[in-house]
């Protein structure tokens, strides 16, 4: 059974930075595609990044420029890295493989003054 799990979270200021993490284990992420979505309370899940297997790389509008995605040299582990958080990016971020139709737990991130 392969299962997910997300981690780096916390609590952060505007403008401030995070770099979640995304491993899997009991298979390897190595070439699939990765996605990160987020839901924020009272919101629909939304799509926030995504790898594909080949290293094409994909944002939504909202965090271009500022989040980036990246894989670890081995595969197991997908980042993504939020700089310059906005309040707006408060959500529980989870990340997917559709292939395998996994999610994780998810990880909170809070941005708050």
């Known amino acids: 059974q392969v299962q997910l799990v997300e981690s780096g979270g916390g609590s952060v200021q505007p403008g401030g930075s995070l770099r979640l993490a995304c491993a899997a284990s009991?298979?390897?992420?190595?070439?699939?595609?990765v996605n990160w979505y987020r839901q924020a309370p009272g919101k629909q899940r939304e799509f926030v990044a995504s790898?594909?297997?080949?290293?094409?790389?994909n944002y939504a509008e909202s965090v271009k420029g500022r989040f980036t995605v990246s894989r670890e040299n081995a595969g197991n582990t997908v980042y993504l890295q939020m700089n310059s958080l906005k309040p707006e990016d408060t959500a529980v971020y989870y990340c997917?493989?559709?292939?395998?139709?996994?999610w994780g737990q998810g990880t909170q991130v809070t941005v708050s003054s």
């Open positions: 997917h493989v559709p292939s395998w139709d996994n």
């Open positions: 790898v594909t297997g080949g290293g094409i790389l």
């Open positions: 009991g298979g390897s992420m190595r070439f699939r595609a």
